[in-house]
């Protein structure tokens, strides 16, 4: 069956940088649109970015010019490269396949001031 695992998560301050990983197995994952998601405290879980299987990728408005996704289809590996981090930003993170509807256990992040 299809699997997700995020990691990367952690607490950082603000204006500092992350990098999360979504491993996947049980499916062809060069074949398939990726997306993150993320879910404060308190609020619904929200898309932050997708990336398409030829790495077409679009962002929400709020992470637009800090947040990077990507993919690397040889390691079944998306990626979000955060930078400038808020405290807004402080949420559990999401993968998400985008086809079937898979989601990941999610990882912390927390971003202080």
């Known amino acids: 069956q299809v699997q997700l695992v995020e990691s990367g998560g952690g607490l950082v301050q603000a204006g500092g940088s992350l990098r999360l990983s979504c491993v996947a197995s049980?499916?062809?994952?060069?074949?398939?649109?990726m997306g993150w998601y993320r879910q404060a405290p308190g609020k619904q879980r929200e898309w932050v970015a997708a990336i398409t299987s030829t790495s077409t990728t679009n962002y929400a408005d709020s992470v637009k010019g800090r947040f990077t996704v990507s993919r690397d289809n040889a390691k079944n590996t998306l990626y979000l490269q955060m930078n400038s981090l808020k405290p807004e930003d402080t949420a559990v993170y999401f993968c998400?396949?985008?086809?079937?509807?898979?989601w990941g256990q999610g990882t912390q992040v927390t971003v202080s001031s």
């Open positions: 998400k396949e985008l086809i079937r509807g898979t």
């Open positions: 049980g499916i062809a994952f060069s074949r398939v649109a």
